[in-house]
């Protein structure tokens, strides 16, 4: 008999009764009233599948619990296939996660490696009107099986700048901090070109991240084949780019769709690339989106960085991409991130856009058919000789396989695909450069949209620590000044009447194409300066002049 005033210990359940069929309702009822209790839920359905074969069901359940269970076994099947093909004659256990969060649950399931540890295979998330029930029918296919009741973790969000590219980088890759400090304390300003030890010290970070988010990412979600070298290589080619924006003091340079209509009408090819003047030694060039320039799948051009070399003349161009879907910038450990980066230095310097660029290709295909040619496959014995050489020992079992000439075949692919898009990305990319050489007054700072309005003011109109304070919290809020180009552009065709597109109130016919002037001018005209004849909308009327008005942009010392 219990003491006075405490309650009587609660009776065991009578699960023979609660499952017989009859009762199935009363169990459904039971189970809606124990999700919050994992002891209860684990007792229920080691109950529920007592002395039954695996999968043995007393009644069908909800068609969204059947479904969900239907997805489960067939998933497992996968899994031990799997494993049977990679481990034959071995078997090791699998394991099922069940978290219910209320008003929707996860399912994780995967392998326990005694090497590896938890290996996932794959993640399940959705809505299970009986979750209770659905655990435990799904139980019987796993060795161990765990189910929890916990709040669902609140999703990172996209930063407020994730248009910009620098922003988005800094936003998803916990390198970007590690990689940042290199470039400003350790990496050649002049240069901008890290040693080997310092590519290495970086590229470290880069690894174990990858290494962390890849154990947490599905592997029944992965590709087919490893995407880690080409993952690899894009993150060296992003990282070094971002690096030295970092090192320049983040200078983004923003182009509105009013000024890059007409730069995307106006030719640049003959332009010799020492006539390029940037206002810092490495800048992100944002153009926003552009539908018609797809670099892969999904993928946008969005933007470039451009970086100055040692020599007049020597830039670096690395032409970036934003998904249509925002979800796969947090998936680039999986996903390698479309990009296009070519190096014109040295000999380039005094050549045209047109025929550098077709040279730097050249060469990277010439390298890329090179590497088609080295012996591909297993080289285990051949390492394992080389070590015996020099004395070591190779592992036991380790087996290695080289894939050097398949991934010149996949980049070769991707040099086919993408150039064509690249190149008119290029034309872009170069008559923003010319515009920001010959313009350099048609730049201001400016604060996103969007910005706090009250610590953006104090941001641009306080004084001494009040300003630092300000500008402080907007970096941590994730708002940065950015540099907007084109004002004085848009002002000056809204004066004439210009229209951005034809049809807007004149019988246009064609436009007539914009191109630059490398004009002379000082003393003995011994010097250069580039001169924008912008594009112009011809009309038939107008027996062949502009439609809208003759705009003419020179130089503020010409105006």
Known sequence: MSQKGTPPPPRPLDWSALLAPENAAELRAFARTIVSQPELVRDLERAFNAGKPAGARHWPGAPADEDFARTITASQGELHALLGSMLPGQQLDVFCTFINHGAEQTVETGSLDPRAGRVLWDRWSGTLEEPAIAFAAIAPLFDHKEYRYEAKPAAIPDPPLYHYHPERFQAFHACAEQIGKIFRHKVDARSGLPTIDLLNEMIRPVVEEMNSKGMRFPRRLKAAVSTAPLVMESMQHLMTAYGRF????????????????????????????????????????????????????????????????????????????????????????????????????????????????????????????????????????????????????????????????????????????????????????????????????????????????????????????????????????????????????EKQRQRVGASASPGAGHPVTHWRRGHWRNQAHGPGRSLRKLIWLMPMLVGHNQSDEPASGHLYRVSPEDS
């Not at 970036?320 to 998936?331: F, G, H, I, N, Y």
């Not at 190096?343 to 290709?361: K, M, P, Q």
């Not at 010319?434 to 309005?453: L, M, N, Q, R």
């Not at 009040?466 to 907007?474: D, F, M, N, P, T």
Request: proline share 7%; aromatic share 6%.
């Open 246 to 489: 970092v090192q320049a003091g983040r200078q983004i340079i923003d182009f509105p769709p009013s000024l890059l209509e007409l730069l995307a009408r106006t030719d640049v090819d003959d332009i010799p690339l020492n006539a390029i003047r940037m206002p810092y030694s490495a800048q992100y060039l944002h153009f926003g989106p552009q539908p018609d320039l797809e670099l892969e799948p999904g993928w946008l051009v969005d933007g470039a960085y451009v970086e100055a070399g040692g020599e007049a003349g020597d830039v670096c161009f690395t032409v970036t991409a934003v998904p249509t879907d925002r979800r796969l910038s947090r998936l680039w450990f999986e996903i390698p991130e479309p990009h296009y980066r070519q190096d014109l230095v040295g000999d380039y310097r005094t050549t045209d856009l047109a025929t550098a660029i077709d040279s730097e290709l050249s060469d990277r295909l010439n390298e890329l058919n090179q590497r088609l040619d080295q012996p591909r496959g297993d080289i285990t014995e051949q390492l394992a000789t080389s070590l015996s050489e020099k004395g070591q020992v190779m592992p036991a079992g380790l087996k290695l396989v080289d894939i050097s000439s398949r991934m010149a075949e996949e980049r070769l692919l991707q040099v086919d695909r993408r150039h064509p898009v690249y190149l008119a990305a290029m034309r872009l990319v170069v008559n923003a450069l010319c515009y920001v050489t010959a313009y350099p007054d048609d730049i201001a700072a400016v604060w996103p949209t969007g910005t706090p309005e009250a610590l953006k003011t104090k941001a641009s109109t306080g004084q001494g620590k009040e300003v630092r304070r300000a500008r402080s919290q907007l970096a941590a809020l994730g708002y940065v000044p950015v540099l907007l180009c084109g004002q004085q552009v």
